[in-house]
């Protein structure tokens, strides 16, 4: 590694979000969201494009749901100046009446009321309890010339952000609780409050009636389950195994940059930053108190790839979904002392590499991105010290990577500098390099 020298991918923009978020008694919100966004890119732009998820769910982009989301935008300003807006899917579009130059700073802000839908993909309400996902305009990357924005994508996360910083001020009625990517988060919670958090690459909250709590404090991380059901006893353990996890990935990758890590359960399997969902696979039903464990290791896995470490989770899946199954599987060869079953991993003879854009698959992409990214990875340590390698391969990775991003030609550029590899022959068949 003497002389190797990290590249990252450069988001092409900051951005400081100052969320203000009211929900009323008939669970309708309205939101003010100003935001600050600089242009660190080396192009002047005539338009800014933003993520606006919440509108994939109503009734005209989502007929199938019986009770889709509203979306009432009441204003758009840049610079305190009212602008036109272009929505179509979840692509939010200011066109500029004046370029933004590079290293220049403009202001955004919107105002706007949603309700959300019932049997929604993240952002939903389930029961008497409100999820708040990807629920603001989020801006895209900048790069290669133009905006990051891809197609939105029913499977897989088609959205990618950039680091950035966030302050959040609440008022949701008495009877509920929030929890979110704060490290501060009480509970119960006032109705009435804010956070900041800085550095993250989103915010989710989640608005909860009567959870019951579990809270299982150690060095200093708290873990926080939330349950829907009357289990206690199996939230303990998921306690227990999420404390287990966290530490082992502190101290074989590295540091989790905060002091509270919360586990919301009974919906889809989804990772935030400082919180995470656990329950089922796309909103299939609930899985088994084994496999939900196994489900929470792994979206504890994705604090440190893609909460800490940033990939393009459209371009790059394999990146985040890879090396979190990758992550994972260590924890639990480490902690069952199972041997890595090395001689059933072949090399791929399959048609499709892991590291497509989650477009350019069909049914088929957990196998590539979760599956045989994993497996190919353990492959790299067959031969070059098995699990105690990999734990020092994460360590380096982390140390060069954290809070940045990076891409497939950045991973393998970094792999053969850290095994001293001459060629990209252990690259091929499962990676497309050019
Ligand atoms: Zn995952």
Do not use: C
Request: without cysteine; positive net charge.
């Amino acid at each position: 590694m003497l002389g190797f020298k990290p590249s990252f991918i450069k988001q092409g923009n900051e951005s400081k979000y100052r969320i203000n978020l009211t929900m009323n008694t008939n669970g309708v919100f309205h939101i003010e969201s100003t935001i600050k966004i600089k242009n660190t890119s080396a192009d002047a732009w005539n338009e800014l494009v933003f993520y606006f998820i919440p509108n994939m769910s109503t009734k005209k982009n989502a007929p199938q749901l019986e009770y889709p989301s509203t979306i009432n935008f009441k204003k758009v300003e840049i610079n305190e100046k009212n602008v036109s807006f272009k929505l179509d899917k979840d692509t939010l579009k200011l066109p500029l009446s004046s370029n933004i130059q590079p290293k220049k700073e403009t202001v955004v802000h919107f105002s706007y009321d949603f309700t959300l839908p019932e049997k929604g993909l993240r952002l939903t309400k389930s029961g008497n309890n409100y999820f708040l996902a990807q629920f603001y305009p989020m801006l895209a990357t900048y790069r290669n010339h133009k905006w990051n924005k891809e197609k939105y994508q029913l499977r897989g996360e088609s959205y990618h952000t950039g680091f950035s910083d966030f302050k959040i001020t609440y008022d949701i009625p008495k009877e509920f609780t929030i929890t979110s990517t704060s490290q501060n988060d009480e509970y119960p919670s006032e109705n009435r409050g804010s956070f900041e958090i800085n550095n993250v690459k989103e915010v989710f909250i989640s608005i909860l009636k009567n959870p019951k709590f579990v809270l299982k404090k150690e060095n200093n991380v708290s873990i926080r389950v939330f349950g829907m059901e009357n289990d206690i006893e199996l939230y303990k353990e998921i306690s227990d195994v999420a404390l287990d996890a966290l530490n082992f990935f502190q101290q074989n990758i590295g540091p989790y940059p905060f002091k509270q890590l919360d586990i919301v359960l009974g919906e889809m399997g989804m990772e935030y930053p400082g919180i995470i969902t656990a329950g089922s696979i796309y909103n299939s039903q609930q899985v088994s108190s084994e496999a939900l464990k196994n489900m929470v290791v792994h979206e504890i896995a994705h604090q440190w790839f893609y909460a800490i470490i940033s990939n393009d989770s459209f371009n790059d899946a394999w990146l985040d979904e890879g090396f979190a199954n990758f992550a994972e599987s260590l924890y639990y060869f480490s902690s069952t002392k199972e041997k890595v079953p090395y001689n059933l991993i072949k090399r791929p003879s399959k048609e499709l590499v892991v590291n497509l854009p989650i477009d350019k698959y069909r049914n088929n992409q957990s196998s590539y991105i979760y599956g045989e990214s994993m497996n190919m990875l353990w492959k790299l340590f067959e031969k070059r010290g098995g699990i105690n390698k990999a734990k020092e391969f994460l360590k380096t990775y982390y140390q060069l990577y954290k809070f940045k991003e990076l891409n497939t030609q950045e991973f393998v550029r970094f792999t053969k500098a850290y095994f001293n590899l001459k060629d990209n022959s252990d690259f091929e068949g499962w990676l497309k390099l050019n």
